[in-house]
């Protein structure tokens, strides 16, 4: 397996647009009991590039976003957005939810420009820099539509859109595909990879499937079950542009056998503690 060494370099600081260094995350849930859910956990994502996060459910994944958007305090350990340290700051990163939280009483234009709205930015400048993205990305034409009446995948492109008009340089994404179809998820991952790559946006995305993260990602970070550390760091053998026809190559397909055993072997140590009540 393509592991990199996890160790932090002077150059590599220099790079990352995002670092985590010795983060923990615990919770208290009783006089008696804490349940420690993220331990240790160091990695960077440099300016530009896409991160996968790969895990088991209920490992811990979407915790580690909440905590780099600000919306959840590491117990222990620091995050830094360039060299600025943002632990507990809000409204530094993009965050996109599994769920695309469109408001059904807004069109999708309007949907796609609520960010700027509340950010105070100008009407004119906003709108006419949507309808490019709009009519860039496979959206033109369904400006005035209401959410109710797109399919899944427009929906998510309509709310990928929202996100990245806000100007973050970095973009958190928590399994945005998951709940599509298998035709339709292939689809959406060609369409952000080429957004990605227009855009040269910083991407983490989290994922329970290893063909996703091996087909998005430049770096592929994998979380053991809980308490959660990364086992694994990962660098792709493919090209920045790329083609499913690609997952065929016999590197990919000698890391997918090998991470499709790993997270088997993380779900199932999960399987052997009793339930704590605490999610993915």
């Known amino acids: 397996m393509s592991v990199l060494n996890s160790d932090f370099s002077l150059a590599a600081r220099r790079n990352a647009k995002i670092r985590l260094e010795n983060l923990s995350i615990s919770f208290k849930m009783d006089e008696n009991k804490r349940v420690d859910v993220l331990e240790d956990i160091s990695f960077d994502a440099d300016e530009g590039s896409f991160t996968c996060i790969l895990g088991p459910s209920g490992c811990g994944k979407s915790t580690l976003f909440n905590a780099i958007a600000g919306l959840l305090p590491p117990t222990a350990g620091n995050i830094y957005l360039g060299d600025r340290l943002i632990n507990g700051k809000t409204g530094l990163v993009g965050y996109m939810f599994q769920k695309d939280l469109l408001l ?45 009446y797109l399919s899944g995948g427009m929906r998510q492109r309509a709310a990928f859109l929202r996100t990245m008009m806000l100007d973050n340089e970095v973009m958190l994404l ?50 053991s079950h809980r308490p959660s550390r990364i086992i694994q760091t990962i660098q792709v053998p493919l090209p920045e542009k790329r083609s499913y ?29 009793s339930p704590n009540g605490m999610g993915k």
Do not use: C
């Open 104 to 148: 059904p009483w807004r069109s999708v234009l309007e949907n796609i420009l609520l960010g700027t709205e509340i950010q105070g930015r100008d009407r004119a400048k906003s709108e006419a820099r949507a309808r490019e993205l709009m009519r860039r990305y496979g959206l033109e034409g369904f400006e005035a539509y209401y959410p109710k």
């Open 174 to 223: 928590d399994e945005p595909f998951g709940a599509l179809d298998a035709q339709t998820r292939l689809s959406m991952q060609e369409w952000l990879h080429e957004v990605w790559r227009d855009s040269k946006k910083t991407i983490i995305f989290i994922t329970h499937d290893v063909d996703e993260s091996l087909f998005l990602a430049e770096k592929v970070l994998v979380l």
């Open 245 to 273: 026809e690609m997952m065929g190559n016999v590197e990919i397909i000698k890391l997918r056998t090998e991470l499709f055993a790993l997270l088997r072997r993380e779900s199932d140590s999960g399987q052997t503690e």
